[in-house]
Protein backbone atom coordinates (compact mmCIF):
# COMPACT_ATOMS: atom_id res chain seq x y z
CA UNK A 1 0.00 0.00 0.00
CA UNK A 2 1.15 3.57 -0.33
CA UNK A 3 3.01 4.76 2.87
CA UNK A 4 5.28 7.48 4.33
CA UNK A 5 8.44 6.99 6.57
CA UNK A 6 10.49 9.55 7.84
CA UNK A 7 13.49 9.72 10.00
CA UNK A 8 12.63 9.39 13.88
CA UNK A 9 13.48 12.30 16.06
CA UNK A 10 13.26 14.33 18.31
CA UNK A 11 16.49 16.10 16.43
CA UNK A 12 18.15 18.84 17.96
CA UNK A 13 20.05 20.95 16.81
CA UNK A 14 22.43 24.37 17.25
CA UNK A 15 21.27 27.77 15.27
CA UNK A 16 22.83 27.86 11.74
CA UNK A 17 23.33 24.47 11.57
CA UNK A 18 22.57 22.40 8.54
CA UNK A 19 19.10 20.26 8.71
CA UNK A 20 18.53 17.11 6.78
CA UNK A 21 15.19 15.30 7.69
CA UNK A 22 14.61 12.33 5.61
CA UNK A 23 11.42 10.97 3.90
CA UNK A 24 10.76 8.18 1.71
CA UNK A 25 7.63 7.18 0.02
CA UNK A 26 6.10 4.22 -1.32
CA UNK A 27 2.79 4.34 -3.74
CA UNK A 28 1.41 2.45 -6.00
CA UNK A 29 1.03 5.61 -8.39
CA UNK A 30 2.68 8.44 -9.19
CA UNK A 31 2.22 10.63 -5.74
CA UNK A 32 2.30 14.47 -5.13
CA UNK A 33 5.11 14.80 -2.07
CA UNK A 34 4.62 17.26 0.59
CA UNK A 35 6.13 18.88 3.71
CA UNK A 36 4.08 20.22 6.40
CA UNK A 37 5.24 22.08 9.45
CA UNK A 38 3.68 22.20 12.64
CA UNK A 39 4.25 24.78 15.18
CA UNK A 40 3.64 24.55 18.46
CA UNK A 41 -0.31 24.82 19.85
CA UNK A 42 -1.07 24.94 16.15
CA UNK A 43 -2.31 22.85 13.36
CA UNK A 44 -0.29 22.30 10.19
CA UNK A 45 0.47 24.06 7.17
CA UNK A 46 1.84 23.34 3.96
CA UNK A 47 5.55 24.51 3.88
CA UNK A 48 6.27 22.77 0.33
CA UNK A 49 5.24 20.35 -2.34
CA UNK A 50 6.53 18.62 -5.60
CA UNK A 51 3.95 17.22 -7.67
CA UNK A 52 6.10 15.20 -10.73
CA UNK A 53 10.18 13.80 -10.14
CA UNK A 54 13.37 16.18 -10.31
CA UNK A 55 11.08 19.17 -9.02
CA UNK A 56 12.06 21.14 -6.16
CA UNK A 57 9.74 22.54 -3.62
CA UNK A 58 10.61 25.78 -1.63
CA UNK A 59 9.85 28.07 1.13
CA UNK A 60 11.31 30.23 3.96
CA UNK A 61 15.04 28.69 2.88
CA UNK A 62 14.05 25.02 2.86
CA UNK A 63 14.07 22.89 -0.10
CA UNK A 64 13.19 19.40 -0.73
CA UNK A 65 13.56 18.13 -4.11
CA UNK A 66 11.20 14.92 -5.92
CA UNK A 67 13.68 12.22 -6.33
CA UNK A 68 11.89 9.00 -7.74
CA UNK A 69 14.28 7.04 -8.53
CA UNK A 70 15.12 6.69 -4.74
CA UNK A 71 11.83 7.09 -3.61
CA UNK A 72 12.68 10.13 -1.90
CA UNK A 73 11.82 13.81 -0.52
CA UNK A 74 14.30 15.12 1.96
CA UNK A 75 13.80 18.16 3.98
CA UNK A 76 17.08 20.46 4.03
CA UNK A 77 17.83 23.85 4.88
CA UNK A 78 20.85 25.48 5.26
CA UNK A 79 20.71 27.28 8.35
CA UNK A 80 18.39 26.79 11.07
CA UNK A 81 16.56 29.19 13.47
CA UNK A 82 15.37 29.28 16.62
CA UNK A 83 11.69 30.06 15.34
CA UNK A 84 12.05 26.50 12.90
CA UNK A 85 11.51 24.55 15.89
CA UNK A 86 8.47 22.28 15.12
CA UNK A 87 7.30 18.99 14.00
CA UNK A 88 7.38 17.91 10.18
CA UNK A 89 5.48 16.04 8.34
CA UNK A 90 6.67 14.28 5.17
CA UNK A 91 3.00 13.43 3.27
CA UNK A 92 1.65 12.09 0.00
CA UNK A 93 -1.20 11.87 -1.72
CA UNK A 94 -1.81 9.67 -5.12
CA UNK A 95 -3.38 11.81 -8.30
CA UNK A 96 -7.14 10.36 -9.29
CA UNK A 97 -7.28 7.76 -6.90
CA UNK A 98 -9.48 10.11 -3.79
CA UNK A 99 -8.21 12.51 -1.68
CA UNK A 100 -6.82 10.34 1.09
CA UNK A 101 -3.31 12.13 2.09
CA UNK A 102 -0.38 10.07 3.94
CA UNK A 103 1.55 11.07 6.31
CA UNK A 104 4.52 10.08 8.34
CA UNK A 105 5.04 9.85 11.84
CA UNK A 106 6.74 13.47 12.26
CA UNK A 107 10.10 14.64 13.03
CA UNK A 108 10.56 17.16 16.19
CA UNK A 109 13.16 19.34 15.65
CA UNK A 110 14.45 21.73 18.67
CA UNK A 111 16.63 24.55 17.60
CA UNK A 112 18.96 25.98 20.61
CA UNK A 113 20.75 29.54 20.50
CA UNK B 1 -7.02 34.30 4.71
CA UNK B 2 -8.49 30.84 4.44
CA UNK B 3 -9.39 29.99 7.55
CA UNK B 4 -10.59 26.47 9.64
CA UNK B 5 -12.13 26.96 12.68
CA UNK B 6 -12.59 24.19 15.32
CA UNK B 7 -15.14 24.87 18.19
CA UNK B 8 -13.01 23.80 20.87
CA UNK B 9 -9.42 23.83 22.04
CA UNK B 10 -9.34 21.65 24.68
CA UNK B 11 -11.82 19.40 26.05
CA UNK B 12 -12.20 17.08 29.58
CA UNK B 13 -15.19 14.50 29.16
CA UNK B 14 -15.35 11.52 30.84
CA UNK B 15 -16.38 7.53 29.75
CA UNK B 16 -19.48 6.90 27.99
CA UNK B 17 -20.55 10.75 27.68
CA UNK B 18 -21.01 11.95 23.83
CA UNK B 19 -18.51 14.40 22.62
CA UNK B 20 -19.17 16.86 19.30
CA UNK B 21 -16.37 18.23 17.63
CA UNK B 22 -17.05 21.03 15.44
CA UNK B 23 -15.12 22.23 12.53
CA UNK B 24 -16.10 25.21 10.00
CA UNK B 25 -14.21 26.48 6.89
CA UNK B 26 -14.67 29.56 4.86
CA UNK B 27 -12.68 28.53 1.88
CA UNK B 28 -15.67 26.54 0.14
CA UNK B 29 -13.59 23.63 -0.05
CA UNK B 30 -15.74 20.52 -0.84
CA UNK B 31 -13.51 18.02 1.12
CA UNK B 32 -12.98 17.88 4.41
CA UNK B 33 -11.32 15.57 6.61
CA UNK B 34 -10.79 14.37 10.48
CA UNK B 35 -7.37 13.18 11.71
CA UNK B 36 -6.58 12.68 15.26
CA UNK B 37 -3.08 13.06 15.97
CA UNK B 38 -1.06 10.93 18.72
CA UNK B 39 2.78 11.12 19.65
CA UNK B 40 4.85 8.47 17.63
CA UNK B 41 1.66 7.45 15.33
CA UNK B 42 1.32 10.55 13.18
CA UNK B 43 -1.97 11.84 11.40
CA UNK B 44 -3.83 9.52 11.28
CA UNK B 45 -7.80 9.76 9.31
CA UNK B 46 -11.02 9.03 10.81
CA UNK B 47 -13.75 9.96 7.84
CA UNK B 48 -13.54 12.52 5.09
CA UNK B 49 -16.50 14.05 3.19
CA UNK B 50 -16.09 15.02 -0.40
CA UNK B 51 -19.62 16.35 -0.68
CA UNK B 52 -22.50 17.51 2.10
CA UNK B 53 -24.31 14.90 3.39
CA UNK B 54 -21.28 12.24 2.19
CA UNK B 55 -18.74 10.52 4.15
CA UNK B 56 -15.89 7.62 3.81
CA UNK B 57 -14.47 6.12 6.09
CA UNK B 58 -10.99 6.35 6.73
CA UNK B 59 -8.45 4.01 8.57
CA UNK B 60 -9.43 4.24 12.48
CA UNK B 61 -13.57 4.79 11.86
CA UNK B 62 -14.00 2.86 14.88
CA UNK B 63 -16.06 4.76 17.76
CA UNK B 64 -16.82 7.25 15.87
CA UNK B 65 -19.45 9.41 13.46
CA UNK B 66 -19.53 12.32 11.35
CA UNK B 67 -21.82 14.80 10.02
CA UNK B 68 -22.12 16.75 7.37
CA UNK B 69 -25.22 18.71 6.77
CA UNK B 70 -23.70 21.86 5.40
CA UNK B 71 -20.71 22.37 3.28
CA UNK B 72 -18.90 24.54 5.54
CA UNK B 73 -19.03 21.94 8.26
CA UNK B 74 -18.20 19.10 9.59
CA UNK B 75 -18.47 17.33 13.12
CA UNK B 76 -16.86 14.89 14.59
CA UNK B 77 -19.17 12.70 16.88
CA UNK B 78 -18.11 9.99 19.64
CA UNK B 79 -21.30 8.16 20.60
CA UNK B 80 -19.30 7.35 23.78
CA UNK B 81 -16.16 8.17 24.43
CA UNK B 82 -13.52 5.90 25.99
CA UNK B 83 -9.90 6.94 27.48
CA UNK B 84 -8.47 5.49 24.27
CA UNK B 85 -9.96 8.13 22.67
CA UNK B 86 -7.89 10.74 24.38
CA UNK B 87 -5.84 12.79 21.69
CA UNK B 88 -5.53 15.54 19.59
CA UNK B 89 -7.97 15.71 16.99
CA UNK B 90 -7.75 17.91 13.40
CA UNK B 91 -9.49 19.19 11.10
CA UNK B 92 -8.58 19.57 7.55
CA UNK B 93 -9.82 21.00 4.12
CA UNK B 94 -9.24 20.74 1.01
CA UNK B 95 -10.67 21.77 -2.82
CA UNK B 96 -11.29 18.61 -5.07
CA UNK B 97 -7.94 18.40 -7.27
CA UNK B 98 -7.51 15.57 -7.58
CA UNK B 99 -3.98 14.53 -6.36
CA UNK B 100 -2.67 18.09 -5.96
CA UNK B 101 -5.33 19.93 -3.31
CA UNK B 102 -3.43 21.66 -0.89
CA UNK B 103 -5.12 20.78 2.88
CA UNK B 104 -6.11 23.53 4.98
CA UNK B 105 -5.58 23.08 9.07
CA UNK B 106 -7.84 23.63 12.37
CA UNK B 107 -5.40 24.62 15.33
CA UNK B 108 -6.60 20.99 16.50
CA UNK B 109 -8.99 20.24 19.50
CA UNK B 110 -7.47 18.21 22.70
CA UNK B 111 -9.85 15.97 24.32
CA UNK B 112 -9.27 13.95 27.35
CA UNK B 113 -11.42 11.27 28.16
CA UNK B 114 -11.52 10.44 32.27
Known amino acids: GDSVTQMEGPVTLSEEAFLTINCTYT??????LFWYVQYPGEGLQLLLK?????DKGSNKGFEATYRKETTSFHLEKGSVQVSDSAVYFCALIIPNTGNQFYFGTGTSLTVIP | DVKVTQSSRYLVKRTGEKVFLECVQD?????MFWYRQDPGLGLRLIYFSYDVKMKEKGDIPEGYSVSREKKERFSLILESASTNQTSMYLC?????????????FGEGSRLTVL
Open chain 2, 27 to 31: MDHEN
Open chain 1, 50 to 54: ATKAD
Open chain 1, 27 to 32: ATGYPS
Open chain 2, 92 to 104: ASSVYTPGTGELF
